[in-house]
């Protein structure tokens, strides 16, 4: 996760200059609430997953998703861009709900299952919190 903020850091820093009088904006990892996947994959075939997160102001808009693979495990976190210096609403939590989606095209090579890790944000001790599930794989 800490991958997430300095990537997060990096473009923050490359996206503003002193000179430059547009909208300034930063890159932040925002919590999946819930997550919808199919029961199981068809190897080969592209199948959708879908998320949902809260916005926690006007000001946050969907960028796009960060994904981090370890063999058959791939960690989902998504990013959004904080455009800053403007007037935004800011939202009650759990008032504002945003879904969005990507395709997965399950190609196992090692293992008859993916495990998805898809980050809930941090604990009181900053430690990162993770829904995880698991899908098995099918060769139909």
Same mark, same amino acid.
């Given at each position: 996760?800490?991958?997430?903020?300095?990537?997060?850091? %990096? #473009?923050?820093?490359?996206?503003?200059?002193?000179?430059?009088?547009?909208? $300034?904006?930063? &890159? *932040?990892?925002?919590?999946? /609430?819930?997550?919808?996947?199919?029961?199981?994959?068809?190897?080969?075939?592209?199948?959708?997953?879908?998320?949902?997160?809260?916005?926690?102001?006007?000001?946050?808009?969907?960028?796009?998703? %960060? #994904?981090?693979?370890?063999?058959?495990?791939?960690?989902?976190?998504?990013? $959004?861009?904080? &455009? *800053?210096?403007?007037?935004? /609403?800011?939202?009650?939590?759990?008032?504002?709900?945003?879904?969005?989606?990507?395709?997965?095209?399950?190609?196992?090579?090692?293992?008859?299952?993916?495990?998805?890790?898809?980050?809930?944000?941090?604990?009181?001790?900053?430690?990162?919190?993770?829904?995880?599930?698991?899908?098995?794989?099918?060769?139909?």
């Amino acid at each position: 996760m800490k991958k997430v903020f300095l990537l997060c850091l %990096l #473009f923050s820093i490359v996206s503003c200059s002193v000179e430059d009088d547009g909208p $300034n904006f930063h &890159y *932040e990892a925002v919590p999946i /609430e819930s997550v919808t996947t199919p029961d199981e994959f068809n190897l080969g075939l592209d199948h959708d997953i879908t998320v949902s997160y809260y916005r926690p102001s006007g000001c946050h808009v969907f960028n796009n998703f %960060l #994904f981090e693979s370890d063999g058959n495990e791939i960690t989902v976190v998504v990013v $959004n861009t904080v &455009y *800053e210096n403007q007037e935004c /609403e800011n939202y009650d939590p759990q008032e504002e709900t945003v879904d969005v989606g990507f395709s997965f095209r399950a190609n196992v090579t090692t293992a008859d299952s993916y495990i998805f890790k898809f980050w809930q944000g941090e604990d009181e001790m900053g430690n990162d919190l993770y829904y995880v599930i698991e899908v098995p794989v099918y060769n139909d």
